[in-house]
């Protein structure tokens, strides 16, 4: 089994910032790509930002220049530090790794439960 657990949701006003942590855990034999999601109401789940495990990094267009995802290989672990966070950030978060199981499985998509951001005044 894997799991993908995410930390650091909350609460906080405009122009604040939150820190957004995960980590794999389970039968991992290696992580892939790693990434944050988020799916606002009545909106479509869309890409955040995701990060090679040589550190190559994409960023949506609404968050370049505010956001910062960053990855730890040896922990399996991915963060996304937020800042000057605008009401239209809320959203649920979620953490993604494309990742195999063992040496002889294809890489799988995995997912996070999600983590709630609010950014409100």
């Known amino acids: 089994q894997v799991q993908l657990v995410e930390s650091g949701g909350g609460l906080v006003q405009p122009g604040g910032s939150l820190r957004l942590s995960c980590a794999a855990s389970?039968?991992?034999?290696?992580?892939?790509?790693m990434g944050w999601y988020r799916q606002a109401p009545g909106n479509q789940r869309e890409l955040v930002a995701t990060?090679?495990?040589?550190?190559?990094?994409n960023y949506a267009d609404s968050v370049k220049g505010r956001f910062t995802i960053s990855r730890d290989n040896a922990k399996n672990t991915v963060s996304l530090q937020m800042n000057s966070l605008e009401p239209e950030d809320t959203a649920v978060y979620y953490c993604?790794?494309?990742?195999?199981?063992?040496?002889?499985?294809?890489?799988?998509?995995?997912w996070g439960k999600g983590t709630l951001v609010t950014v409100s005044s």
């Open positions: 993604n790794a494309v990742l195999l199981r063992t040496a002889a499985d294809y890489a799988g998509n995995y």
């Open positions: 389970g039968s991992i034999f290696r992580v892939n790509v």
């Open positions: 990060i090679s495990t040589g550190g190559s990094t």
